[in-house]
């Protein structure tokens, strides 16, 4: 069970993921061995499930980020979630309700690069695209 402590030590770890024991437990108030114990359980229950980083794609060379929404067309969706793997495009996807059937967050290199992936993608479906302009964070 995730209590109100837990819940602290996960935002911490959201804002920072490399923030040591020590900063968070100067920031909830816990001695560094009690919030690595905790941190541990917290994996151990798979409630942390990996540590990433964000990336800045622009200033890897990747200009565009859009949100590709696929309505697949029938019997595609199984090849589909085998074959996205392969994409190096897709950096998230989600399976979702509705009339359309997958959610991509895409990052691309220019606006070609963004028109033979959509050709990728029509083999499996109808897409829809929306360029990301900017990203509103909460802090």
């Given at each position: ?14 804002i ?8 968070i ?7 560094p ?6 941190v ?93 302009l ?6």
């Amino acid at each position: 069970m995730v209590d109100e402590i837990d819940l602290s030590i996960l935002k911490e770890i959201q804002i920072n993921s490399r923030i040591s024991f020590a900063d968070i437990g100067r920031k909830i108030n816990l001695s560094p061995s009690a919030v690595r114990e905790r941190v541990q359980k917290l994996e151990d229950n798979e409630v942390i499930k990996k540590y990433s980083a964000d990336i800045d794609y622009a200033k890897i060379g990747y200009g565009i980020e859009a949100f590709i929404i696929l309505k697949l067309y029938s019997g595609k969706l199984k090849i589909f979630m085998n074959e996205s793997q392969q994409f190096s495009e897709i950096k998230k996807a989600y399976r979702i309700t509705g009339s359309q059937n997958i959610h991509m967050k895409v990052a691309l290199k220019n606006q070609l690069h963004l028109q033979e992936f959509i050709d990728k993608l029509i083999d499996y479906g109808d897409t829809t695209t929306h360029l990301i302009l900017s990203e509103i964070t909460k802090n």
